[in-house]
């Protein structure tokens, strides 16, 4: 999303404090500080930091109180429409470094509708608690050069979530109250706070998903909304059918090029073979430890070759290299995969918000059914998703089919799906689009789940409109195609 984006690693920093006292007062108290955000070039964004009170659960009447935090970056118009306010994916990712990109770079120049709200969801960043595991814990006991079965990382799994469950249930957090509906009752109390009669959303990735819930249970306040890589309301599990239809895509745009299909003739088929060869006999490598600059033996599963893949799939620059990376592999080459592998098990539970908001989303019934029998039959199995027994754990109580079921709404939507996109396909938009009176679709060509749609001189002007109010069709722009690493 061109150079604008260096500024949010610069961010990061700002947003590693997990446990600051909540603040003392009442629902709805809100304080304004002085803020400098890091921006582009070593910059810095002047704004306001908002600290909002809200019930940690709104059900329970004695509820504690925590703090929801939001950067302001006023608005450049004379005469400015609704705040927008972003919301980051992950879940987890702070709006603060987004909301200086798309707000201050002049390629895009939001601040010229209105003013731009970085908003911090509960558990995250600035807001309090901030549930972000400590340096150091809550990783899973899986070893690095004994080989463990399906079962026996499984209760490692189990183990770390309970570990980290407790942890937070011990510092006083409810992690009942950290799910999307909470959450998207924490917008309304920011608009309100704001003294905002509407709003204005962009949200991408878990961003649209909360988007989303703010248009049922809040639409009336909301003028329009940006949803991008959308994650439907039933959509937070992926189907194994939808990655399958993706290595499947990527096998045909391999056979049309000429140099790596002389290479690769079969990826699908090469792809099953590996894993069927993992399945048979895992494989053991060394790789640098990068934590502690030494040679570490590393097993490596069939397991780990799934997860590995699933990772690539769905953004562009990976997908770019992922052939040649399997085609090292099958000659015999596993320095990727034994890295890849070591990173994976040396990766500590991130954030307790994560894992509860995705858990608390669920699935249905129909769709867990669906998930389970599609396992069985493709290729990389269930390596999408949590396991069921883990998502359990994190997912009590759950939001219920009320929460996924289908909606209505007449807000002004633009939703964005990107055509290489494994984790929100097309698709999840196209089964929620009847329910959106006013919405429209653009799918871009050759864009995976990261927002390089914006790369796209027509997108933004598309997106422009959008937020000058202008009718916008649904279309189809394209990026460029894939540049393949040729092995």
Do not use: H, I
């Given at each position: 999303m061109l150079a604008t984006l260096s500024i949010w690693t610069g961010c990061l920093a700002l947003f590693l404090s997990t446990d600051s006292p909540v603040a003392e007062g009442e629902a709805g108290d809100l304080r304004w500080e002085s803020f400098s955000a890091p921006g582009p070039r070593g910059s810095t964004i002047d704004g306001e930091l908002g600290r909002l009170l809200v019930p940690e659960n709104r059900s329970d009447p004695d509820s504690r109180l925590i703090e929801i935090a939001f950067f302001r970056i006023p608005s450049t118009s004379e005469n400015p429409g609704p705040p927008i306010v972003m919301l980051a994916g992950g879940p987890g990712g702070s709006g603060i470094p987004i909301a200086v990109a798309?707000?201050?770079d002049p390629v895009y120049g939001w601040r010229n509708y209105g003013d731009v709200i970085g908003l911090d969801q509960r558990g995250v960043g600035l807001s309090r608690p901030n549930l972000e595991s400590p340096e150091g814990m809550f990783l899973a006991d899986i070893a690095f050069d004994e080989f463990m079965d399906a079962?026996?990382?499984?209760?490692?799994s189990l183990a770390v979530s309970r570990d980290c469950i407790e942890y937070w249930t011990e510092q006083g957090v409810d992690l009942a109250s950290?799910?999307?509906?909470?959450?998207?009752?924490?917008?309304n109390d920011v608009r309100l706070a704001l003294g905002a009669e509407k709003v204005v959303l962009h949200g991408n990735s878990y961003g649209s998903h909360l988007g989303l819930a703010i248009l049922r249970r809040h639409g009336e306040h909301v003028e329009r909304a940006l949803l991008s890589k959308v994650e439907g309301p039933d959509h937070t599990f992926k189907l194994p059918s939808t990655i399958q239809a993706h290595l499947e895509q990527l096998d045909g745009l391999i056979q049309e090029n000429e140099?790596?299909?002389a290479k690769i003739p079969d990826f699908l088929g090469m792809v099953e073979e590996l894993i069927d060869q993992f399945d048979e006999e895992p494989v053991w490598a060394t790789t640098t430890n990068p934590a502690t600059g030494k040679e570490q033996r590393v097993v490596i599963t069939a397991d780990d070759l799934r997860d590995a893949i699933i990772n690539q799939l769905g953004y562009r620059s990976r997908l770019e290299q992922l052939p040649a990376s399997l085609w090292r592999i099958a000659q015999g080459d596993y320095d990727e995969i034994a890295a890849m592998t070591l990173a994976g098990r040396s990766f500590p539970l991130y954030s307790a918000m994560q894992m509860r908001m995705d858990a608390a989303s669920g699935a249905t019934e129909a769709r867990r059914r669906r998930i389970a029998a599609e396992a069985k039959e493709f290729i990389l199995g269930d390596a999408a998703n949590?396991?069921?027994e883990v998502a359990a754990l994190w997912g009590t109580p759950d939001l219920g089919d009320s929460f996924r079921g289908p909606m209505t709404c007449d807000v002004p939507v633009l939703f964005v799906s990107g055509t290489l996109d494994a984790r929100t396909p097309v698709q999840n938009v196209e089964e929620i689009l009847d329910g959106f009176s006013k919405a429209a679709h653009v799918i871009v060509e050759n864009c995976g789940h990261a927002?390089?749609?914006f790369r796209s001189s027509e997108m933004r002007d598309l997106m422009t409109h959008f937020f000058?109010?202008?009718?916008?069709d649904s279309t189809r722009v394209s990026l460029p195609p894939l540049n393949f690493e040729i092995p």
């Open positions: 798309f707000g201050t079962s026996e990382r499984l209760q490692a950290y799910n999307t509906q909470e959450s998207a009752d924490d917008v140099a790596l299909s949590f396991a069921p927002p390089m749609e000058q109010g202008k009718l916008v």
